[in-house]
């Protein structure tokens, strides 16, 4: 059985920030599968399953970066839309500011109507950007769930591996299996914890997304009001 304690490894930018916490470390305590290799497959199905549990995590944890890393051009692009929307505000001014001075009341009220769509449009690209900004702050701490769940699915493997041993009275030196449980027991608090801290930003992120597709939808042209055609009279009846 190799026992070791690993050295700190960056699994991503966002788990190596410096000053604040470093993030999961990798685990201090393996089994070795050779140690149960003469198990038969048939009693090891807790192992194979805590293995695909492990290599589901991984995959888990690259599709949270892969999310993270799109969020920042999801949030740049936002930002370019604001800008445009800035300008095109600005120009609804300078067209209402025109058509004021020019005292036609047609292109007043067209001026007008034109600045309102404008200004609705700013304050949803505004709120678009808030959005992201916090949905981006959730995806941060959603990538870190998925490092601590990674951790803790490899510490459940290890245990898985630990717990045959001792059931086949399987003794390597050093081995402690009460080392694997507490090893098991503390990445899953961990992993619980970091989960729920995500779960708080992301109700957050939630709520911001309703308010922009609310803005979203006050700002698009309301249809055209079809004039309703008109009742027709005379007799009805049969001569």
Not at 2 to 12: E, K, N, S, T, Y
Not at 26 to 38: N, R
Not at 83 to 101: F, I, M, N, P, Y
Not at 227 to 235: I, R, V, Y
Request: glycine share 4%; charged share 30%; aromatic share 6%.
């Amino acid at each position: 059985m190799r026992i070791h304690v690993a050295g700190f490894v960056c699994l991503g930018l966002l788990a190596c920030g410096g000053g604040g916490d470093p993030g999961p470390r990798p685990l201090s305590h393996h089994f070795d599968d050779m140690h149960i290799a003469a198990v038969p497959i048939a009693e090891k199905q807790s192992v194979i399953e805590a293995q695909n549990a492990y290599a589901t995590a991984k995959m888990e944890r690259a599709k949270a970066e892969a999310d993270y890393n799109e969020s920042a051009t999801k949030l740049s692009v936002a930002e370019n839309e604001r800008e445009q929307a800035l300008l095109a505000e600005k120009s609804a001014r300078t067209e209402k500011k025109a058509a004021d001075d020019s005292n036609d009341l047609t292109r007043i009220n067209a001026a007008a109507a034109e600045l309102h769509r404008a200004e609705l449009a700013r304050k949803a690209a505004d709120e678009k950007v808030s959005w992201l900004k916090v949905y981006r702050e959730y995806l941060k701490k959603w990538l870190r769930y998925t490092e601590e769940a990674m951790y803790a699915a490899e510490a459940k493997y290890e245990l898985a591996k630990a717990r045959i041993a001792q059931k086949k009275n399987i003794r390597p030196k050093g081995f402690d299996p009460a080392v694997f449980e507490t090893q098991y027991k503390e990445r899953s608090e961990r992993a619980q914890r970091a989960r729920a801290q995500a779960m708080q930003i992301k109700q957050k992120a939630d709520a911001k997304k309703k308010q922009w597709e609310a803005m979203v939808k006050a700002a698009q042209p309301k249809p055209a009001t079809q004039p309703k055609p008109a009742a027709t009279g005379g007799n009805t009846s049969g001569s």
